[in-house]
């Protein structure tokens, strides 16, 4: 039973909300422009702020439900969150569309939020912080990120959160492997600006 919760939160990870959105409203493929990932980031570059919210609010939901469902189902913790990763591996590599997903950011949130959610204030702290000084939503979302299991830590929580957590932060990170390079080559756009 566990095994097939852990599989059906990687296929609801896997629903590709901002490809499904963009794709309903004018047939495009949001993976042909902007950063090409199927995120609320990009959704919002490319089709703005009414498109992006309900994407990042389904993205979140995808990990949040996962984690959820499985304390309140199994009272597993270590299950909670496995399937947490599992949801957010699902949006970053969804099999429906050939594996191109998004970037993990609001799916991880969800999840973190049911695993741990006063970490997840001291993140969006993080993230606040860092986008005000660099004004990059890339790199204020990979130190948000890793900051969680550090933040677990220090708050006592459960080691499987953070091992989870960390694995999570890293499969963020690595999805942000282009990003890290226009980071490091000086032309990763800002907040307002336009993907090369």
């Not at 995120?39 to 993205?59: E, I, S, Y």
């Not at 993990?104 to 005000?132: D, N, R």
Request: hydrophobic share 55%; aromatic share 12%; glycine share 10%.
């Amino acid at each position: 039973m566990k095994l097939a919760f852990a599989v059906l939160s990687y296929l609801l990870g896997s629903i590709p909300t901002g490809y499904l959105i963009v794709r309903a409203h004018d047939r495009r493929d949001i993976r042909d422009f902007g950063s090409r990932a199927t995120g609320a980031t990009n959704v919002l570059r490319v089709k703005g702020v009414k498109f992006a919210l309900p994407v990042m609010a389904l993205d979140i939901l995808k990990g949040f439900l996962p984690a959820f469902l499985a304390l309140r189902l199994f009272h597993d913790p270590f299950l909670a969150a496995l399937s947490g990763f599992l949801a957010v591996l699902g949006h970053c590599f969804p099999f429906s569309i050939g594996f191109r997903g998004g970037k993990g950011v609001a799916t991880s949130v969800g999840a973190f939020l049911v695993l741990a959610w006063p970490a997840v204030l001291l993140c969006l702290a993080v993230f606040g912080a860092t986008l005000a000084a660099s004004r990059f939503v890339s790199l204020s979302s990979m130190l948000a990120a890793l900051s969680f299991p550090l933040f677990v830590g220090l708050i006592h929580g459960p080691s499987t959160v953070v091992w989870w957590g960390l694995a999570t932060g890293a499969l963020v990170v690595f999805r942000h492997k282009d990003n890290i390079g226009r980071l490091v080559a000086g032309n990763e756009p800002r907040v307002g600006e336009k993907q090369p």
